[in-house]
Every structure is written in C-alpha cells, then in structure tokens.
C-alpha cells in the first residue's frame, strides 16, 4: 500500500536530477496512486500536467478515470472522459472500460 508514496518521492526528485518529468513519468505516478485509492492526489497530478505543459494521452486519462472509478468518483470520470473528447484524442478500449466501471 506504500507504492504511491515511494512513486510521488521518486518523482518529486525527477528536476534535481535535471530529468523533468514527462507523461510517462506523470502517467506511472497517477497510476500508483490510483492503485492505492488516492484519487484526489492523481487527479491534481493529473491537472497539474496541463499547468506545466505536459501533454495529456489517452494512458493518462485512463489512468486518471481509472483512480476515481475505484471510489466511485463518477463525475470526475464523466469529467476526464469530456476532457479527453475536447482534447482530440480517441478512447481506447481501456479508457472505455474505465468508463464503464465508474458508472456501475
């Protein structure tokens, strides 16, 4: 249960090591923390890509819908789905799933 929290340390230290983290980096961060039903970290880790121009793809809302999904966030899945949409990407069959589950 304290993966999330080792992932969030590891990624705080990203720029003192001159390796500015990315979507990937964004996306396993969200994802640990998700894991760990800490919905409300990821989703303003999630927010905070767009604030530092990192692009959004379709693994991190997936990742995103999928935290909130977990605790029964429905909103915040019908939230990113919009988000997703406006963004010109194309769900996946994943984010689909994601979807599914956070309305049931």
Aim: overall charge neutral; some cysteine.
């Amino acid at each position: 249960g304290q993966m999330w929290q080792h992932s969030l340390q590891l990624f705080s230290e990203m720029p003192r090591r001159r390796a500015p983290p990315d979507a990937i980096s964004y996306n396993a961060v969200i994802s640990a923390c998700g894991r760990s039903q800490e919905w409300a970290r990821a989703w303003r880790l999630f927010a905070e890509m767009r604030e530092v121009l990192v692009e959004r793809d379709v693994i991190g809302y997936t990742s995103v819908m999928s935290s909130c999904d977990r605790v029964s966030r429905w909103p915040l899945v019908l939230e990113a789905l919009g988000q997703l949409l406006r963004d010109g990407l194309d769900p996946d069959l994943a984010t689909c799933g994601a979807v599914v589950a956070g309305l049931c």
